[in-house]
């Protein structure tokens, strides 16, 4: 029943800036991971940025200086600021929870597209 829901996914110029947008819902407890992963054609599902529960963020090195992530325990929402995108942000971007209560759990969501105009 858990599910994650992203948003704020579009079309942009190089040089601009999207907010993507994760709500996860389903579970009476926060989240002890939230992130954000990409996959490029031929590879494997990589992480972009999470954070955990009190606030320590993650970032991949090629994003590092663009992309803010953040979050709202409130409602286990994790936020994705994208500033100066490029290109080669293109892709899927997928929403990913994890859980140390009740149990472990995994959950992803169906992703939202970022498309990075040259």
């Keep these: 029943q858990v599910r994650l829901v992203e948003s704020g996914g579009g079309l942009v110029q190089a040089g601009g800036s999207l907010r993507l947008s994760c709500v996860a819902s389903g579970s009476a407890f926060s989240c ?3 992130g954000w992963y990409r ?7 990589e992480l972009v940025a999470d954070a955990t529960f009190g606030g320590r963020a993650s970032y991949a090195d090629s994003v590092k200086e663009r992309f803010n992530i953040s979050r709202d325990n ?4 994790v936020y994705l600021q994208m500033n100066s995108l490029k290109p080669e942000d ?5 929403c990913n ?3 140390s209560l009740p149990s472990h759990d995994d959950f992803w969501g169906q992703g939202t597209q970022v498309t990075v105009a040259s």
């Design 32 to 34: 002890s991971v939230m």
């Design 39 to 45: 996959q490029p054609p031929g590879k494997q599902r």
């Design 74 to 77: 409130t409602d286990n929402t």
């Design 90 to 94: 293109t892709d899927n971007y997928y």
């Design 97 to 99: 929870a994890k859980w």
